[in-house]
């Protein structure tokens, strides 16, 4: 996988791309890169995630503390093992957020080769996220942009999501949580919810910390 950070994705191939902060990088997520992977292959084009350093509600809300379940490098490394071929980390600005659907879809096209978009089930982007997906499909019309609604990833329990696994966390059923992500996840996930007990944020603590204290839990 390629990070693509402040260079030109001029310099990238024309890919087939999904948006997303991607915390955890859970098995919703991988379920939805994996659309995304096999839309490219089927349309001859590379795959891209597009994804923020920081959550997008920190740069609104200066005062808001994310509860994340990985770092922005966890992260990167953990994309990286899911056969996509590149990953666009896009600074989430104040002037970022005042564009419209349409304009941040042109935008990617334009600036990054994005020539389809998988769109998740349940996401929506662009100033107010007002649109609904069709209004995502007549703007790729006129851009020459497709879009492509994502299958969601279920499990009998549950319809998996980042959100859904931080309530877990706070209601304690942690053995849940081998159902929504990875099992070299586990012990990472479970330490960011005895820590929130704790009044620590997981992204205060430093790597080798989190390491090493997963070895306790």
Do not use: W
């Not at 994309?79 to 304009?103: E, I, N, P």
């Amino acid at each position: 996988m390629q990070l693509c950070s402040g260079i030109s994705g001029k310099e990238l191939l024309p890919s087939v791309a999904t948006i997303g902060f991607f915390d955890g990088v859970h098995r919703g997520h991988r379920f939805l890169i994996e659309q995304v992977c096999k839309a490219a292959a089927a349309r001859g084009l590379a795959s891209s995630v597009i994804t923020f350093p920081v959550h997008p509600r920190k740069v609104m809300q200066p005062g808001f503390h994310p509860e994340l379940l990985t770092t922005c490098d966890e992260k990167v490394a953990l994309l990286a093992g899911t056969g996509v071929d590149y990953c666009v980390m896009l600074d989430f600005t104040l002037d970022l957020a005042r564009l419209s659907a349409k304009q941040f879809m042109a935008a990617l096209k334009q600036d990054y080769q994005v020539q389809a978009l998988v769109i998740g089930y349940d996401h929506r982007f662009g100033h107010n996220r007002s649109e609904s997906f069709d209004d995502y499909v007549r703007y790729g019309r006129e851009l020459g942009m497709e879009v492509i609604l994502a299958q969601a990833y279920s499990t009998d329990a549950m319809t998996v999501s980042s959100s859904a696994v931080r309530r877990l966390l706070l209601e304690g059923k942690e053995e849940y949580i081998p159902l929504v992500v990875e099992s070299h996840l586990h012990r990472v996930v479970k330490l960011a919810g005895k820590y929130k007990n704790r009044g620590v944020l997981l992204e205060d603590l430093r790597l080798s910390d989190r390491q090493s204290m997963c070895q306790r839990f």
